[in-house]
């Protein structure tokens, strides 16, 4: 009797794990197919020099930031030290930005904040290219 006992309370909990386990495994995957709009922004500038490199770092810190829906923000510059062949290196400034949907970087787009970071720093622009992708968690 108490072996039945022990041995129904062991199955108890192994099939108490299994579903556990399983259940966290659904909520992985239901989370993984969440996706998101990665924006991301390469500037090569007229004027190559460290110092209006950092003031449009600056400036996407000060305009780009903190907008509704943004779920990720970083910006800085080429990684000089990377020079591989597959490097492409025709940027002085990169800026990335991932949103919670497309309806917040089309927010985004329309925002004061973005328009005043175009004009005060488009002038120094020599080329920019923008890389907007559909991405999972």
């Not at 950092?54 to 923000?73: I, M, S």
């Not at 030290?81 to 940027?91: C, H, I, K, P, T």
């Not at 787009?109 to 999972?136: C, G």
Request: aromatic share 8%.
């Amino acid at each position: 009797m108490r072996k039945s006992l022990v041995c129904g309370v062991v199955l108890a909990l192994t099939i108490a794990s299994f579903a556990t386990v399983r259940g966290r495994d659904a909520e992985k995957k239901a989370e993984g197919k969440r996706t998101m709009l990665a924006h991301n922004v390469y500037f090569a500038l007229k004027d190559h020099s460290a110092a209006n490199k950092r003031k449009l770092v600056d400036a996407c810190k000060k305009y780009l930031t903190g907008h509704p829906g943004e779920v990720f923000f970083a910006a800085g510059t080429l990684a000089e030290d990377l020079n591989r062949e597959v490097n492409d290196r025709d940027f002085d400034v990169a800026l990335h930005i991932v949103f919670a949907d497309q309806a917040a970087h089309d927010k985004y787009q329309d925002d004061k904040r973005h328009k005043q970071f175009i004009d005060e720093n488009k002038d120094n622009w020599k080329k920019v290219r923008v890389f907007d992708s559909v991405v999972e968690k």
